[in-house]
Structure formats: structure tokens, C-alpha cells
């Protein structure tokens, strides 16, 4: 009920967001929406599709008429490509952990109009199939209050109560509203990273059982 909004992803580029946010203190309505001229790149999509594009590279970077010796050869291939392939899941399924410093200094705070309020803080990450956003509400700590001032760490979602310092200011997280939204061809892409890692996991199966049947010499 407190944020809702519309957010346009193409490939590993959100390319539009309009966002609207009820103010829990006063029920004021904020709107803020990405401006025109930005777009704001998700570095997990583009390390996901790196790490493919390496897996593709190892097993295209031979001759096609290249034969493979050994057992073994093959399977040193597949684990470099298995290592690629598992990689790029990880980076779908495990979002990176931020300090809220490390939020507040992101240039996502320059992507929108009108300029966010500095008591205002989003974030944008991909979570397994979903494509999610955070926005945290602040409060200034006085100087007063900051005696227990104990700064937060690196998380994926901060909690009410987290502190951190930017610039010469001290802040806590009052309140926080996350939204998500499943992304059908996210889905699809987990799919066929498990698919294409049993694949491979078949095939060194598969090598090292004739590998043990042609060690194997009778006495």
C-alpha cells in the first residue's frame, strides 16, 4: 500500500521507473520517476551474461574438426565450464550485500526527477526471478542522540534501526517498503542454467565411467 509503481527492464538495463510513495508520517504522496536521458544497468544480468559468454568461449575455442585425447581432457573442460555456468546463477540467486552509505553514494540517487528527498534512499537488485525495489525512509539522528551510534554493515535488505553516516550527517533507517515482481524470462534463465549444469554433470559421468572401464586390465 505504501509504494507502487512501474519499472521497464530490457535486458540487463531498467530503461524506465516511475514510483510512487505514501509518506507513513503525514500520508504525504511522493512520485519520482527515472529521467529520460538515464537507464540504470543491473551489474548482476551483465555478470550472469559474462560468465555464459565465457562458458561459450571454452567451448568454442577449438578447431571443429578438434579431437579430444583423453577422459580426462574432457573432463577438466567441463568443469571450467561448469564453474562459469554456476557463476552466473549465483549471481541471479545471491543479490549483493550494501552498506546504506554504499546506497546513498550509488548514482542510482542521480537517476531521478524530481531529485529524490534526502530522507529518501531506493535500491534495485535481482533475486532469483524477481526484479525487486527497496526504498528506505530516514530520519536524522541530532547530535544529542548519537551517542549509541553503532553503523550498520553490508546486507541485502536493511532493517528499521539500521544507522549509517554520509557526509557529515547521521541517519536511521525509519522505515522501509520493498516491492517485487517476477520477470518470466529470469525464470526461464535459472531453468537452463540447472538444465545445462546436469548436462554437464551427465557427460562427466558418463566419461568417467569408460574411463574406469578402459583402466580396467584383467589379470
Known amino acids: 500500500d505504501q509504494v507502487k509503481g512501474v519499472l521497464t527492464l530490457q535486458g540487463d538495463a531498467l530503461c524506465q521507473?516511475?514510483?510512487?510513495?505514501?509518506?507513513?508520517?503525514?500520508?504525504q504522496l511522493l512520485h519520482f520517476a527515472f529521467r529520460e536521458d538515464k537507464?540504470?544497468?543491473l551489474q548482476q544480468i551483465q555478470d550472469a551474461r559474462n560468465h555464459v559468454n565465457q562458458a561459450i568461449y571454452l567451448l568454442l575455442n577449438r578447431d571443429v574438426n578438434y579431437q579430444?585425447?583423453?577422459?580426462l581432457e574432457v573432463l577438466k573442460l567441463m568443469d571450467a565450464v561448469m564453474l562459469q555456468l554456476s557463476r552466473a546463477r549465483n549471481r541471479l540467486t545471491t543479490p549483493a550485500t550494501l552498506t546504506l552509505s554504499e546506497i546513498a553514494s550509488s548514482g542510482l540517487t542521480k537517476m531521478f526527477t524530481p531529485v529524490l528527498p534526502p530522507d529518501i534512499l531506493v535500491n534495485f537488485y535481482i533475486n532469483l526471478n524477481k526484479l525487486c525495489l527497496t526504498v528506505y525512509q530516514l530520519h536524522v539522528l541530532q547530535p544529542s542522540t548519537t551517542k549509541n551510534f553503532k553503523p550498520a554493515g553490508g546486507s541485502i535488505l536493511h532493517n528499521p534501526g539500521a544507522m549509517f553516516e554520509f557526509g557529515s550527517q547521521r541517519y536511521e533507517v525509519s522505515h522501509v517498503h520493498k516491492v517485487e515482481c517476477v520477470v518470466p524470462w529470469l525464470n526461464d534463465a535459472l531453468v537452463f542454467f540447472t538444465v545445462s549444469l546436469q548436462l554437464c554433470q551427465q557427460l562427466k559421468d558418463k566419461i568417467s565411467v569408460f574411463s574406469s572401464y578402459w583402466n580396467y586390465r584383467p589379470y
Open 39 to 41: 537507464q540504470w544497468k
Open 17 to 27: 521507473a516511475d514510483v510512487n510513495l505514501k509518506m507513513p508520517r503525514n500520508n
Open 68 to 71: 579430444f585425447k583423453t577422459g
